[in-house]
């Protein structure tokens, strides 16, 4: 069944929910958004969360309140901040901007239904039970940005074939970094590409890493996906520019501020979807039952004024690969 299909099924079954279950929600209801970024760089995103909460009848100042808590990529914080909600007793947390948010959020309570974003495998993560039948009070999208590890390094290659050697930057801290170094490790030992892993959770950090990536004589760089990174943005593509470092990374957002390419999914379609249901479990729908949303799209943006800053020439293949080219 197609997704478009699925929601429309959900919503119209929400007609036929008994009168006594939407009883029992308050008369204007919470909802608790729970972000492991900031509100100034996730703007794009919160606007698809609201068009996706309109999308099932809810509106924000109208019908729905939705308390904010944002960790601005300080992902301790994320545990004190879920618990903020709960005792604030909000009807649903949409837990947001990767793993570490539904992660606290699901160790604050076992009552109050989740609906999460993130970029890895929820049942990997023991988020949910399985993708079809969560199970549980969680539910939510997943942009499987982690999964892209290969596929970015296939990019790599085509782009500089001569490399010996790629580096990746990760977030030691993030819960899925460990899994996507691996993919990438084992997507590149058959051709003999040596690996360089670099680590960084502080602004600090990313900056002595860009050292190191120079020093190594790395032909590219990979980000990791991660939040902080792409909080990061603007930084992470400065710094690839000064030392002239081919850098592929997760979403077009890094594209946008100037990066070079990026291959990954539409990421505001994954918090659009994520107010939907996050509406119609408000309605009275359970999360148990609602199956995890995948993308069903992989997008690849190329910059074109960024490989000529670099003195990069593209091969053709590429540019025909492209969906959209950057000028």
Do not use: C
Request: glycine share 8%; proline share 7%.
């Amino acid at each position: 069944m197609r997704r478009r299909e699925f929601v429309k099924l959900l919503v119209g079954s929400a007609a036929a929910w008994p009168l006594a279950a939407r009883a029992q929600q308050p008369a204007t209801p919470v909802v608790g958004f729970l972000s492991a970024r900031s509100p100034a760089e996730a703007t794009t995103v919160l606007q698809a969360f609201r068009q996706g909460l309109g999308q099932v009848g809810y509106f924000e100042g109208k019908n729905v309140t939705i308390e904010y808590r944002w960790a601005e990529g300080r992902y301790d914080r994320l545990p004190e901040l879920a618990n903020e909600l709960v005792r604030r007793q909000v009807t649903v947390i949409a837990a947001t901007g990767g793993e570490p948010s539904p992660l606290a959020a699901k160790a604050a309570t076992k009552a109050i239904p989740i609906v999460f974003t993130l970029g890895g495998d929820p049942v990997e993560t023991g988020l949910v039970a399985s993708l079809n039948r969560p199970g549980g009070n969680l539910t939510g999208t997943t942009i499987m940005a982690v999964e892209m590890a290969s596929k970015r390094l296939e990019l790599a290659r085509q782009l500089v074939p001569k490399a010996s050697a790629i580096a990746m930057l990760i977030n030691p801290k993030f819960p899925t970094a460990s899994s996507e170094l691996r993919e990438l490790q084992d997507a590149a030992r058959p051709f003999g590409l040596q690996t360089n892993v670099l680590n960084a959770s502080t602004e600090r950090e990313i900056d002595a890493a860009f050292a190191t990536i120079v020093a190594q004589k790395n032909g590219a760089l990979i980000i990791g996906t991660d939040p902080f990174f792409l909080g990061q943005r603007d930084q992470l593509v400065r710094l690839a520019a000064r030392h002239s470092v081919p850098t592929i990374y997760f979403l077009r957002e890094f594209v946008e501020a100037g990066g070079l390419m990026s291959y990954g999914p539409n990421i505001a379609n994954g918090y659009r979807q994520a107010g939907v249901y996050t509406g119609l479990i408000l309605g009275g729908a359970n999360p148990a039952d609602l199956p995890v949303v995948r993308p069903t799209q992989f997008l690849f943006f190329l910059n074109v004024k960024t490989a000529k800053l670099l003195n990069l020439d593209i091969p053709p293949l590429l540019l025909a690969l492209a969906d959209e080219v950057i000028e």
